[in-house]
């Protein structure tokens, strides 16, 4: 199957960050569609995640969750979380720019479900773009001309939000089918 011709969810979580004596936690997730090669803004879900309000935060972990601690002690927890996220990833391809931090978060919400085939947008840009200085989402959308495009269509965000990196994520696939050598590539070409 093309991966133009196909619906992925592209999603990310934001976490706590590691802390001696602490497993990191999600605290906010992000999840757009991209259907036939495009980012479809309008179908996408965020939520935060409840962290019990006196669990520590790695003070270098990117985000805004300093500000917004209050609302995380409060939000729902993860297994509810999860019935509200299952329809956006449960049964279709999944991405994420560096795909590790979902799986894993995934698999803790639901131990028994099997999700994918996943393709992992930082392992892309790595093979399309070796000689890149960064190949961090942030720095990528902007070497690569797209924060714009990601502005577009995520209004009053920034970077290490869940839903504006998961739309990040989801621009750098528009642009790889952009590129004539990617127009036609297989889903099971570049998935695991």
Not at 48 to 54: E, F, P, S, Y
């Amino acid at each position: 199957m093309l991966l133009r011709e196909t619906t992925i969810a592209v999603l990310d979580f934001e976490t706590t960050g590691s802390v001696p004596g602490f497993d990191t936690e999600p605290w906010q997730v992000g999840v757009v569609l991209f259907e036939n090669g495009r980012v479809v803004s309008e179908q996408s879900f965020e939520s935060l995640i409840r962290v019990d309000a006196n669990r520590p935060f790695n003070g270098y972990a990117p985000g805004k969750h300093h500000s917004l601690r209050d609302e995380i002690a409060v939000a729902p927890p993860p297994h509810e979380v999860f019935r509200l996220l299952e329809p956006w990833v449960a049964s279709r391809p999944l991405a994420a720019h560096n795909v590790a931090t979902e799986k894993k978060f995934l698999r803790q919400m639901a131990p028994m479900h099997r999700f994918g085939p996943w393709m992992d947008t930082l392992a892309l840009a790595r093979k399309v773009y070796p000689d890149a200085g960064s190949h961090k989402l942030e720095d990528l959308m902007a070497g690569l001309d797209l924060a714009t495009r990601v502005q577009e269509l995520c209004p009053d965000r920034e970077a290490h939000d869940a839903l504006y990196d998961a739309v990040a994520a989801a621009v750098f696939l528009e642009h790889l089918l952009a590129l004539p050598e990617w127009a036609d590539a297989a889903l099971e070409m570049i998935s695991f």
